[in-house]
């Protein structure tokens, strides 16, 4: 009786799913052709490159601090020690914050990136959920996500339809 029943809620899910409507979009693949998303990851390259060569240089200077520190400790009295660690420490610290500052969960870079990839993300989000509801699809996948897809075919690929939406291709 148990096995009459398990065959038949599994013959019911499977009949249920084959009558939904699935997509397959590679998300990667568009990225990649829209160029205000490539101008963005640009912009946020040049700006980490920038904000970091800014933390590397306050890092250089603790470290000359510190090796100036290390060559004249025999000839500094305990006030000038104690002086000169709390500048290098003051300086590791000051690094550390402003590495926070722009590369930290909440930082000026993920703010930046926010603001530069929510708008196409969002255009492209709205342009597959416009395809979804007029093909109606009940299910978009991204095959570029490592979500277990081995194989999808090509027929319900809705890619290049997103990009042509958007107005790229």
Do not use: H
């Amino acid at each position: 009786m148990k096995k009459t029943l398990l065959t038949l809620a599994l013959l019911l899910t499977s009949l249920a799913m084959s009558a939904q409507k699935y997509a397959l979009l590679d998300m990667e693949y568009i990225l990649k052709n829209v160029p205000a998303y490539e101008r963005a990851n640009e912009q946020l390259a040049q700006v980490s490159k920038k904000w970091q060569a800014e933390v590397e240089a306050i890092n250089t200077e603790a470290a000359t601090l510190y090796k100036n520190y290390q060559n004249e400790v025999v000839f500094l009295s305990q006030e000038q020690k104690k002086s000169r660690q709390e500048a290098i420490m003051n300086k590791e610290r000051e690094a550390a914050d402003l590495k926070k500052k722009y590369f930290g969960p909440e930082g000026e870079l993920f703010k930046k990136r926010e603001a530069l990839m929510t708008p196409i993300q969002d255009e492209i989000y709205n342009t597959v959920k416009e395809i979804a509801e007029l093909r109606g699809y009940s299910m978009v996948i991204d095959r570029s996500a490592d979500n277990g897809i081995i194989y999808g075919s090509p027929r319900v690929d809705i890619s290049n339809e997103v990009l042509q939406k958007l107005g790229y291709q």
